[in-house]
């Protein structure tokens, strides 16, 4: 009896890699990405799905000279191209990112009219039981962890 590495179990995918394939090259955001990282769709799903499946794999990294990069038809960023892709990261700005929700498009309504609320409005007190003893019954009540209500 052989076993492949006892100490460390493989763990990946819950479902059939044919299903998630599929799923992602319908995805609409994942086309995005495989964009905005200059892969080809198919490769860039391979790729995904070869983390997918073995969550304890490390990502890969190679540290290239600039001009190695060229010679091998590349254009290098410089320091300040790099530290302008990361700020558009942190905006949302970048496709496939999240959306930068200090820009988005939707307004609150500030009235708050009809919508529960903690507070009271401007000007007017919270209301309460106004009988002393029924305040009272309340405060004992809130000491003790009760909500008030019947409990099944």
């Given at each position: 009896?052989t ?7 493989k ?28 892969m ?15 969550k ?22 410089s ?12 905006k949302g ?42 305040q ?8 003790r ?8």
């Open positions: 009896m076993q492949e590495n006892p100490a460390k179990p763990r990946g995918l819950k479902r059939p890699i044919e299903v998630v394939r599929a799923e992602l090259l319908k995805d609409p955001e994942t086309k995005k990405i495989a964009a905005a990282v200059s080809k769709l198919e490769d860039y799903v391979e790729l995904v799905l070869k983390y997918a499946q073995d304890d794999k490390e990502p890969e990294l190679a540290v290239v000279s600039d001009e190695e990069l060229k010679k091998n038809g590349f254009n290098p960023l320091a300040q191209d790099a530290a302008n892709i990361i700020v558009k990261g942190m700005e970048l496709p496939g990112s999240p959306p930068d929700f200090d820009s988005s498009k939707f307004t609150q309504d500030k009235s708050g009219a009809g919508k529960p609320s903690l507070n009271a409005p401007q000007g007017q007190a919270p209301t309460g039981p106004q009988d002393p003893a029924a009272k019954a309340l405060q004992d009540q809130l000491k962890g009760g909500s008030g209500g019947n409990r099944v």
